[in-house]
């Protein structure tokens, strides 16, 4: 089985997750204001951050490969190349722009009871439209906001 | 025992941490989807990786720059970091640029 024969099986299941977060999309617009935009994958968004995902990539493998962390069977690639990164290997990027903000509209947001919708990539607040910013808004938002330093990296 | 790959992923990693602690953009912004969404998507590529391997598609190279551990045949454990890191910087993107395109769409809106 050749790499695009097994990036096609990923890639229909992630189109797959992303046709659920569409329709789940749909049947939220059609019950509640239709006009919101807010409650699905914003295609335009994740188009932005394909192109430049998929830059980043193109740099990172090519380095990966050139410096010999990985390697291919070259009767199982295509033969098509970016650099030297077969262009099988941009199928991850493309699952996981699609996969991921499709997963993230499929889970219920913080506070899914409509009271204060603060959250500000998916606010699931009341269908008045957006508040008018009163100063520096997120006064209750349960958001870790402590500036007393010295956060280092996660603990390997 | 090579730490260079593993320490550059690290580095990445808290790069897009800080990132995400200073906009908002990931865990910041919802902690437990951001959490499942991570799980989820590592586990997806993991398997795809694991599919790969097995059907004798891309393997690990011979290299003085990771550490040699593996948590499965030919999958080293930087790729576990590795897939990680694409899945943070995906999310930093989307939430970065779902930020950027927000007053447009909220601004059409109004409008309308």
Redesign the interface.
Known sequence: ???WA?NA??LA?VALVALAAVVKARSVRTAADP?R?DTGP?W???G??AI??LI?TAVFDNVMIG???????PD??SGAFVGIAPLEDFA??I???V???S??HL????GSRPSTGT????GTGPST??RPSTGSGTAGAP??STDSGT?G??R? | MGLLYLAALLVSLTGMVVLDRRFRLYFWADARRAAVVSVVGVVFFVVWDLFGIGLGIFFRGETAFMTGLQVAPELPLEELFFLALLVYVTMNLYGAFGRLLVPAVTKRGVGA
């Open positions: 089985m050749t790499y097994i099986f990923f299941a006009r935009s914003r335009s968004t994740v932005l951050a430049a995902l980043t410096i010999g962390l990985v390697a291919y069977n199982l690639i991850y990027a699952a996981a722009v996969l991921l903000p997963l993230w889970l219920p947001a913080r959250g500000p990539s998916t439209g957006t958001g870790p956060a990296g996660p390997a």
